[in-house]
């Protein structure tokens, strides 16, 4: 709930308190026979009671509103983030896939570089045992 919101409620809950305290208080004042304020009091109650429910059922229809909306957005936000992530494993795929494919021929020199180094290791152990 945003703070706008949260602003509306506490005002119309504040109109509603403030118009039930007023009328009871105006009721009270006016001069009336028991009977017929009784009779005010109990309308003015049931007209509170009303306000009150259509005010609740607003809230709720608000409520489900939000909820249904913020079920919406998270769906799109995970199934962007799935389509991203795919996006990037094809991606880093295909790097890698070229930079094996370009030091292939760097691996078959550095393995023939290699052998040529232990044969010649292997050719002057080979002399320095016959000496």
Request: aromatic letters at 4%; proline letters at 2%; glycine letters at 8%.
């Amino acid at each position: 709930m945003t703070k706008n919101e949260g602003m509306l409620k506490g005002l119309v809950i504040g109109l509603l308190a403030g118009g039930a305290v007023g009328a009871i208080l105006a009721l009270l004042y006016a001069p009336k026979s028991g009977k017929e304020l009784r009779a005010d009091l109990r309308e003015r109650a049931d007209e509170f009671r009303d306000d009150a429910e259509e005010y609740l059922s607003a809230v709720k229809s608000k409520a489900g509103d939000i909820v249904t909306e913020a079920k919406k957005k998270s769906d799109n936000l995970i199934s962007d983030a799935k389509r991203k992530a795919d996006t990037l494993l094809v991606d880093a795929e295909n790097v890698l896939k070229d930079a094996r494919q370009k030091a292939g021929p760097l691996t078959e020199e550095a393995a023939k570089v290699k052998n040529a180094v232990k044969a010649g290791v292997d050719a002057f152990r080979d002399e320095r045992r016959r000496s």
